[in-house]
């Protein structure tokens, strides 16, 4: 009697997978979702922050090439107008012609925007303009296309957890590049060699994630090119929901705030300098999210995004207590595990609502919605920091507030929206099996009992 053959289940490429599913692919797709091409991705990512961490001197260009704190907001909202304006581009390209170009092509971008500031002498002319639009969708185009790359490697339920990994880069390029800031920038005012050598760092760092993200992607190519329709439609049929962009965007303003406004804060109270915040801020961050990398597939993406929402808002009200250097800690630890919490759950929440073949439609998305959330934050903590004087009341605890309850109505918003708690396994219940019709087994009749179907862990976009 020949023993039937064994049949083996190959998952669709953008279906949800089931338990069963996730039993069988445990050994094989995710015991290697740390594998070479991880670690490149993160070298990439790690390289891109060092050397946008040193441009937080980019003030110091602006003052040496005549500009103003003015001059410089200019700069930057427009860089980053120009940014979300191209994003949707590169969401194009690397769904149709595969995240291995667009990586590559950005961070050389990237590096050739750097370049294009040693010969620019004025910071007030169309030329820094131009080359600010460069660095910013550059930088855009590096980290959409690695997420993209990276998420759409794993199982749906390993998404955020792999995109949170990545994301640690960033903490470890921050503190990279603000100690590289320092040494190359003394404590005497700029001058214009140093702005140089600033930029040519930058750029040598960008060839090196132009060299990363080929390792990354080697073996992997582009893919086979495919026609992408409408964006419009896509974005309508695979909707991620106005209460998840509003969270997005609620993501943009609250980690922004510190990076635009706690300098100007500390100066108003006296305190010297803010390392002691951003010190403390990004390992907290790291070690959060080293602890709680499995949460997401845990305890859902649902309640990640909540206490995230709790943290950030926290950390906004925590502002009102610092009276000296030392109680920044206290915001920046609540910033660090707001930030650790939120940006994978919130991006992974949003790309998973697109089949993989657009992936990288739905991370362009979020981190579009991040950018649009700091270019509206920034001015909005400007405008009630300004009324707040106008009106005689304390301007940045007015500002801090009134951020903090947006934060508390975006995150209500989200609460009561029909977003699952996705994707929390629901657990197995044993079934008794009957000795006379077990499933799969053949009956006295010759036919046999139909399989149960496993249950599956099915995501609000498939339902």
Not at 19 to 25: I, W
Not at 444 to 460: E, K, M, N, T, Y
């Amino acid at each position: 009697m020949k023993s039937p053959a064994r049949k083996t289940t190959r998952l669709p490429q953008n279906q949800p997978l089931s338990h069963q599913g996730l039993a069988a692919t445990g050994q094989g797709e995710l015991s290697g979702v740390y594998g070479r091409e991880f670690w490149f991705a993160y070298l990439s990512n790690t390289s891109m922050m060092v050397a946008i961490s040193l441009l937080f001197r980019y003030a110091d260009f602006v003052k040496v090439g005549g500009g103003s704190e003015g001059d410089l907001g200019w700069i930057v909202a427009a860089g980053m107008v120009g940014s979300l304006v191209m994003r949707w581009a590169q969401a194009v390209g690397i769904d149709s012609l595969g995240p291995r170009s667009i990586w590559f092509l950005s961070a050389l971008g990237f590096a050739a925007g750097s370049l294009a500031h040693l010969w620019i002498e004025s910071a007030r002319g169309p030329a820094v303009y131009a080359a600010q639009v460069v660095l910013r969708t550059s930088i855009a185009g590096v980290f959409g296309a690695s997420i993209t790359f990276i998420s759409s490697r794993v199982p749906v339920v390993r998404v955020a957890e792999v995109i949170g990994m990545l994301g640690t880069s960033g903490f470890v390029g921050m503190m990279g590049g603000t100690l590289l800031g320092d040494w190359v920038f003394g404590p005497e005012p700029s001058t214009r060699a140093e702005v140089n050598r600033m930029f040519l760092i930058a750029a040598a760092l960008g060839l090196v994630t132009c060299v990363a993200s080929l390792l990354a992607t080697a073996g992997a190519g582009n893919g086979r090119r495919r026609r992408v329709p409408p964006l419009t439609g896509l974005v309508r049929r695979y909707r991620p929901g106005l209460p998840l962009l509003g969270v997005a965007l609620g993501v943009g303003i609250g980690v922004g705030l510190p990076h635009n406004y706690l300098r100007p804060y500390t100066q108003t109270l006296g305190i010297p300098g803010i390392m002691v915040f951003f010190w403390v801020y990004a390992p907290v961050a790291l070690v959060t999210r080293l602890l709680t990398r499995r949460w997401p597939s845990q305890f859902g993406l649902r309640r990640m995004i909540v206490l995230g929402f709790a943290c950030l808002g926290a950390s906004t009200l925590l502002y009102l207590v610092v009276d000296s250097r030392w109680w920044l800690v206290v915001p920046a630890v609540f910033a660090g595990m707001g930030h650790a919490f939120l940006f994978p759950s919130v991006t992974a929440a949003g790309a998973t609502c697109f089949p993989r073949r657009y992936r990288g439609l739905g991370v362009t998305m979020m981190l579009s919605m991040y950018d649009l959330g700091n270019l509206v934050g920034a001015p909005l903590a400007g405008t009630l920091v300004e009324l707040g004087r106008w009106a005689g009341w304390p301007p940045y605890p007015v500002a801090f507030v009134v951020i903090a309850l947006l934060l508390g109505v975006l995150a209500a918003a989200f609460v009561t929206s029909r977003f699952p708690n996705y994707p929390s396994p629901r657990p197995r219940r044993r079934r008794r099996r009957s000795k006379r019709a077990v499933p799969g087994q053949a009956l006295p009749g010759g036919s046999s009992a139909p399989r149960q179907p496993s249950p599956r862990l099915v995501h609000p976009a498939r339902e």
